[in-house]
Every structure is written in C-alpha cells, then in structure tokens.
C-alpha cells in the first residue's frame, strides 16, 4: 500500500493535516494549516479507496485543479471557493485551498428545519447568482448546484465549492471520464441537464443555473428538495406564508421549460435584490447577415454555436471558429444605460450611430494575448476598453469589422 | 416521439436451433401537455403507524397538496380494520386548501390492517372518473403492516385494476415488518414500481416523486408484442428498467404481448428476454424478432434479423456480450430484490461456468445435440423449452414442471401473465441461464458486487437491487 496522508503529515513542507473532513468518491479532505502563513485551508488529495477507477480519479482531479486556475487567473470571487496552491508530494496531487468555516447547505438547512428569515434566503440566492454569472463569463460551466456543494458560513455566507463535475465552456472530443458525466438529480437540475438535450430540444445555459438557484431557494425554505416544476413555495406545507415576490420569483425560475425561466443568473439576482418578480428591461439586437432579432436581458451574453456542451445565451453559427465561446457579455446600469463588455481573444468593434469610426472594445485577457504575440494594443492611441456604453442605432462587429457578423444595436426599441 | 430499439446477443443461429438473448428498449421523449392525474391515496392507518409515521403521511399528504394542479383528482382512502373513504375523487381545483388540511388532520392510526379492503375503496373511488389517453390513473398504496389475505388474491386484484382500468399500483412498504410480497405482488401485477421506504421522513419523498412524474405520461398502459418465427419458443421476460420486475406477458396468436408501464417523460423502460428459435436452413435469413409498441395514437416497430448457418462461430456467434450480461444481470437483480439471495447465487454461477454442469443443469433441457459447435458444452445456457414455453400453456400448474411445485407454475397466472412471485426450489432457475463466461473480470466482477451489496434480512438493499443506473 502506497503513502496516505494522515493526520499530522506535513505536506510539501508548509501544509499540516490537521482534522480529517470527509471523502467522496474522487478526494479526501482535510482541514489544515499554512506553517508559512498561519492561515487555515482545505487540503484535498485523491481518495484512491473509491470504487472510481484511479484514472478517473486522476482526471477528475486534475480537472478540477485546471478550473480553480482559470477561476484564480479571472480574479476569483468571495462566493466561489479560492485557490491557493497546489503541490505533488508523495506521487499524490495536493490542491490546497482557503478554508471555509461553516457547514454545507444541506447540514445548516437540516439542521434549522429550514431557514426561517427570507432575507437571509434572498441574500444568499443573490450571492449564488452572483457567483454562477461570474463563473459563466469566465467560461467555467458548474454542472452540480446543490446543497452539498455550498458552504454556509455562520453568517450565512455562501461558498460555492467542489468543482469536481466544473469544467471548461469548451466541449471537449471523446471525454469519456468521469469530468464528462453528469449524475441526474431530478430535484436541483432542470430537464437539459438530466436528459439527453436532443430530446429536450435545448442545451444547457445560463438558463440551467437559474433553475437550480431556484430549486436551492425552495430547499432553504422548506428543508425538503422538491422535485417539482414551476414550484409555489405557497403551495406546500411549511412554506405557505412565503413573501408573494420571493415565491412567484422562485415559480419563475424553476419553470420546465428555459423560455419561461429568467434568462440568467444576473436578471435573477436583479429580481431578488429588487424583490419584484418582473424582469428587468430587455433590449434588442439586429443579426445584418442573418436577419434576424434578438431579446436581449442584463447579463447575457453572445458567442460561438459550438457542436455541442453548454451555450452561451444566444449561440450564433461560427463554422471558422472566429467567435469566443462568451464573446460578449451585456449589462445594464442602475441609470438603465446598456454596456457591452468584451470576453473574447480576437476583440469586438463597435461603429457609433455618431458616426466616427469603428472603435475596438478588448477583454483583459485579449490584451495579455496581443502583448504576448508582441503587438501593442494601443498602437495607434489609447489601448482598447474592456466595455462601452451602447446608443439605440450602433453597430457591433463581433471579432472583427471585416468579419461577417454585424449586429445592431436596437436598445429597448422593437427592432425591426 | 418516442424512440424503440431492440438488439439480440448474436447475429447468426444454428440451423439446429439456438438460444438467443434479447433486449427492447424503449426511450420516450418529452411530454408535450401535462397529463392530467387520477390519483387514489390509499394509506395504512393501523395501530402501527401512529407516532411519527402517521405525522410523517399526514406531511406527505400535504405535500401532495403541492404537486397538484387544478384538473387533477385526488382522493384519499385510510384503512386499518375498516376503512374510510376521507376524500371521495374530488378535482384539485373545486376544493379550499383548508378544507383540504382538514381531511389530513381525519388520519389517526388505530386498529388492525385489511389492505386489500382500503385497495378496492381505493380503486372505487377512481372507477368512475372519465378516463382517457392523456391521463394518468394511479392508487398509491402505502402500508407497514400484514394482511392475511393470500398474496395472489393482491395480485388478481392489481392485474384487473391495470387491465380493466388503466390504474397503476405504486406500492411502499414502511419499516422492517411489513408484508413485502404483498407490496411486490400489488406492485408488479399492476406494472407499477415497489418501494421500499426505511424511514418515516421517505415517505413524502414516494408521494412527491410519484404525483410529480405521473404529470409526464406520455402513453398509459402501453404494450409491446414480439412477434416470433413459427416454432420459436420465449422463455424469460424481465422489465429490466425503469425497474428489475418479472415482466407481465401473455401469448397472443403465436406472439407475445408484454404489458409495460405508464410511459414518462424521458423514463427508459426495457425489456429482457430469451428465445429458442427453430430449426432454420443454413443460408437463409430471417427475422427473429418483429417488435411493435403499442400506445395510444401511435405505433412504433423495429424489427431484428439474423443468420441461419450450420455452424455459428467466430465473430459472428455473439455480436453482444453485453446483451446475454444485461440479462444474467437482469436475472440476478430480480432474485435479489426478492431476497432469494441463493437463487441470485446459483444464477450468477451457473452464468459465469463456475458450477458443474450437472449440479444446475436445468432438468429436461434439450439434448446436446442441439448444442451448436463452439458453443459452451455446459447446455445451461439453453432454455429449457417444456418448462417455459407460454404458447398453448394454460393452466396454471404443469405437471412435468421439473422443479417440483411451483417453479414454473406458479409463475404464470391463470391469464399467463408472471404476476406471482416465483416459487419452488431456490436453486431451480428458470428456463435457464444465458453463458456469459467470455466476459471480461471487470463485468463479471460487477455481476458479484449486486449480489454481495444485497442481504436476504435488509429490505432495503434488496429494493436498491431492483435499480439500474442509468447506462448507455
């Protein structure tokens, strides 16, 4: 029998396994301490004592090692568990992340017999929207959004952890492993996600988060997963008192049917916080080649139809591969104005209704490419924004002007 | 739409005749309405439920409360000794939710258990509600307790109720001490699951699951009919998915007519098989099995060919291991979630060559000249044709039966259908055992673990065997 780790160990040096947490069927946890820094943090290393293959556990960790990088490179955020290292020792793969004192949703739910105060559930669904949109615009898809997988701190914080299932927007060849697998979960996943998306007609999207936030507001709630669609926490025991707009947002979100959901996670945490059911505005884009309009809601994004894995809110045909995966993504401000905001490595251009020239709007990861490949962003001026209000009339090339695939922005006019 | 696929374990027979392994798959779509639901409670109030098992079904019920929909109709029967009908058939959308809380504060445990009572209270409050092909029609059973009404009497009941009425039978059984074959035989008669609930806080999670799924019926009562080459024989049938059951079948002008449940949404249904085919003339090919899924407004088939050749081997012999695993599976899954772990034992043995021939061989089976070259020369895997055949079978109990009393008899009802449990010797297995010894150790070793995870005292491991992760 190879090395385990066990309680004590020192682990490259700098980690002491302090408390031994759990295990799953991929990773052992331990709660542990930083002798450089004194900080307190998880250690998670293979659980080769699974009834996974050894290979599969390797992939599955590795994976998750590659998304918590992407995650710390995209700048992290206080709703998503940070990672702090990652070390081999003993021919074993150590990820070494911060340490979250608390208690998993399902056990601090359980525990209260439901959380009684819908502040506390409205604030936490908010942070979880927060969270799954930041992992959506950095192309990280989380297909397992459950109780389990949420740390609640004592002060109801919540940390989404355990990015085993996560993995990369990119659909990837022949994954056959464990990281390409999804176990149904009738309760927590809506339709696209539980069956085959050909016969559901959709795939998954920012639309599937919202469900499953929806479902983990009705969990806080009653205490109980349910299973149902559309579901009125008025209508079960235990929940009938539930506030109108928290209930009627919950209906919306858990809807069958995405078209009938909130469109993504951001115009569900807008409803929250406004604690108004309604959608906030909508905005319009006209398709010049593809002649074609379309709805447009805070947050959503635009980028590649790629063959097959999750999509972006509106997936536009892309045979040459030119368009990001989430090549841009769109906000509202508090003062209703529209922004654009680049995601993609190539840039986007927009031609004011002004008049001027075409201007290039270029994510910060775009740039670092251009840097890299030695050219200067800012060549002829100023280097490009990240992001640029939009006026009713202005154009947008996506990757780039001479590029077919213009959209005009209609704001929250009808189009045409 | 929904999608039907069938495959057999080889694309060539023995001109001699050979044993076939088969399965049907059945993969329906996404519903387009929901279904409206007829749904009869029908839930054990005896002195032994009360504390927090009655607490817990009165929550249940309220949580049904949740799942309804306007046009639905529920109604609730209690029995113990006696029975109450609480609520008769009332639509979802005529009745105050405070009235309705008050019928769940009616539940009080008391008394002994007449189950069989309470299930045709139940079944009469549904009986006249105007049925058709977008509604689905069930009687939830729930009970933790014994009845001593013989166990085919449930499962005459359960089989006229599906038949006549188009009503499922989903049927829990709580605790450690209640009459699993009663819950089995109500359930399986009636094309329906069984469950096995080990704590009073599942049992809204059975009433949740079921009311939420029965929304998506996309065909109730459907059929399949295999049809069959003159003088072919069927010999087992399994509903292997959405749960391990004896598969309800009966002859029909030389085919066979296997009764499925309720199709839902995006649930896989399939069904295991075996036949003998006939002496066939090398060269030719033919169609061994025509499949047609019958439900209402639409009709899918398919249908599988093969090979008749003098000497099948090679490549061509099996073209599917995995078909002839599924079935050994299939088999040894249903033992278990019975109990009879030594039935369960003995098939997976005799399946993987692990016992003598002589010790399992299944007593009349054909003679070894019929055994094709390169085949294995234990005959077990053949199917024993007297024992199993169900054309021309009508009574219930056939007296050549080999096993003794029971083995195959009791196994086909008086209309041919395999409602009853199986009975007779444990180690008697019948119609015989498909060959899967070439499979690799990982396979094998995976047939072991279902046998090693289920224990003949735990009810609840024996329900966990009758689950089949979903497989692709």
Redesign the interface.
């Known amino acids: 029998m190879a090395w385990e780790p066990e309680e004590g160990s020192l682990i490259a040096d700098r980690y002491r396994l302090e408390e031994f947490l759990g295990k799953g069927g991929i990773s052992r946890v331990w709660r542990g301490t930083d002798e450089e820094t004194g900080d307190e943090v998880a250690v998670k290393h293979p659980n080769y004592d699974s009834s996974n293959h050894p290979d599969v556990i390797d992939d599955s960790i590795r994976s998750e090692l590659d998304v918590l990088q992407t995650i710390r490179e995209a700048g992290g955020h206080p709703n998503v568990m940070e990672l702090v290292d990652s070390v081999v020792h003993g021919d074993m793969l150590f990820i070494v992340v911060d340490f979250v004192r608390g208690e998993d949703m399902q056990d601090a739910v359980s525990r209260r017999g439901g959380i009684a105060n819908p502040e506390d559930i409205r604030n936490i669904g908010i942070a979880l929207c927060e969270a799954m949109s930041f992992l959506h615009r950095n192309e990280v898809i989380y297909r397992d959004l459950k109780p389990d997988n949420v740390m609640l701190r004592d002060d109801l914080f919540p940390v989404l952890i355990d990015f085993n299932t996560a993995k990369g927007f990119q659909p990837e060849a022949g994954d056959g492993g464990v990281s390409g697998t999804v176990i149904?979960n009738p309760v927590y996943k809506p339709?696209e996600l539980?069956?085959?998306p050909e016969?559901?007609?959709y795939r998954q999207g920012p639309w599937s988060d919202v469900y499953s936030i929806g479902k983990l507001l009705m969990f806080m709630l009653s205490g109980?997963g349910?299973?149902?669609h559309a579901?009125?926490p008025r209508?079960?025991?235990g929940t009938?008192s539930t506030p109108a707009y928290l209930a009627e947002i919950i209906e919306t979100a858990t809807a069958k049917h995405k078209d009938d959901r909130y469109r993504n996670a951001t115009v569900l945490a807008r409803v929250l916080t406004a604690r108004d059911p309604e959608p906030p505005d909508v905005a319009h884009f006209y398709h010049h080649q593809a002649e074609k309009t379309y709805e447009i809601y805070p947050g959503d994004t635009i980028g590649r139809q790629a063959a097959d894995g999750p999509q972006p809110s509106i997936a536009l045909a892309d045979p040459d591969n030119y368009i990001s995966a989430v090549q841009v993504r769109f906000d509202q401000t508090d003062e209703g104005e529209w922004v654009l905001y680049d995601n993609s490595l190539n840039g986007t251009w927009v031609w004011s209704a002004d008049g001027g020239d075409w201007e290039q709007i270029l994510s910060a990861s775009g740039r670092e490419r251009l840097e890299e490949k030695g050219k200067d962003p800012g060549a002829s001026g100023d280097p490009p924004p990240e992001k640029r209000v939009l006026d009713p009339g202005d154009d947008i090339a996506l990757v780039h002007p001479e590029y077919p695939v213009w959209l005009r922005f209609d704001g929250a006019g009808e189009g045409s | 739409m929904t999608k039907l696929t069938a495959e057999l374990d080889r694309a060539e027979v023995a001109a001699s005749g050979s044993s076939v392994t088969g399965s049907v798959r059945i993969e329906p779509g996404m519903t387009d309405a929901d279904a409206q639901r007829h749904i009869a409670l029908c839930l054990d109030t005896s002195g032994s439920m009360s504390g927090e098992k009655i607490e817990q079904v009165r929550e249940g019920v309220r949580w049904v409360f949740g799942y309804l929909a306007e046009d639905d109709h529920l109604s609730i029967v209690a029995f113990d000794d006696e029975v109450e009908v609480l609520l008769p058939a009332t639509r979802w959308g005529t009745i105050a939710l405070d009235d309705a809380d008050a019928v769940v504060q009616g539940l009080q445990a008391g008394g002994g258990t007449d189950i069989l009572a309470g299930l045709e209270a139940a079944h009469d409050t549904l009986a006249d509600l105007e049925s058709g092909p977008d509604v689905g029609r069930r009687i939830l059973l729930l009970s933790d307790g014994r009845d001593e009404t013989v166990t085919e009497s449930f499962a005459e009941f359960a089989r006229r109720v599906r038949r006549e009425d188009g009503i499922a039978i989903p049927a829990a059984g709580i605790g450690d001490f209640y009459d699993e074959d009663t819950i089995r035989a109500v359930a399986t008669a009636s094309d329906a699951e069984w469950v096995h609930l080990s704590r009073a806080a599942d049992i809204e999670n059975f009433f949740g699951r079921k009311v939420e799924t029965l929304r998506t019926v996309v065909a109730p009562s459907p059929n399949l009919e295999l049809g069959l080459p003159a003088g072919a024989e069927i010999g087992e049938v399994y509903l292997r998915r959405p749960q391990v059951r004896q598969a309800n079948f009966e002859p029909v002008d030389g085919d066979v007519r296997v009764f499925l449940p309720d199709l839902l949404e995006f649930e896989t249904q399939e069904v295991v098989f075996t036949v003998e085919t006939p002496p066939c003339e090398a060269g030719r090919r033919f169609t061994l099995v025509d499949v047609t899924l019958n439900i209402p407004g639409e009709a899918a088939s398919t249908a599988v060919e093969v090979d008749c050749v003098t000497d099948p081997t090679g490549e061509g012999r099996v073209a599917s291991t995995e078909v002839a695993v599924r079935h050994v599976d299939t088999m040894v899954r249903e033992a278990a979630g019975e109990g009879d772990l030594d039935r369960a034992e003995t098939i997976l043995k005799e399946a993987t060559g692990e016992l003598p021939d002589q010790a399992t061989r299944i007593a009349g089976a054909d003679d070894e000249g019929a055994e094709t070259p390169g085949e294995s020369a234990d005959a077990s895997d053949r199917v024993d044709a007297e024992e199993t055949r169900i054309a021309g079978q009508s009574g219930p109990d056939a007296d050549d039966s080999p096993g003794g009393e029971g083995t195959a008899a009791d196994t086909l009802g008086e209309d041919g259908t395999a409602a009853d449990a199986l009975g007779g010797e444990a180690t008697q297995i019948r119609g015989g055992v498909p060959d899967v010894s070439d499979a690799d150790e990982e396979t094998l070793s995976e047939l072991r673990t279902v046998v090693q995870r289920a224990s003949a005292e735990d009810l609840e491991t024996q329900y966990e065997s009758t689950k089949i992760e979903r497989e692709e």
């Open positions: 149904p339709p539980n069956n085959d016969l559901v007609g109980s349910v299973r149902k579901v009125d209508d079960f025991p009938r």
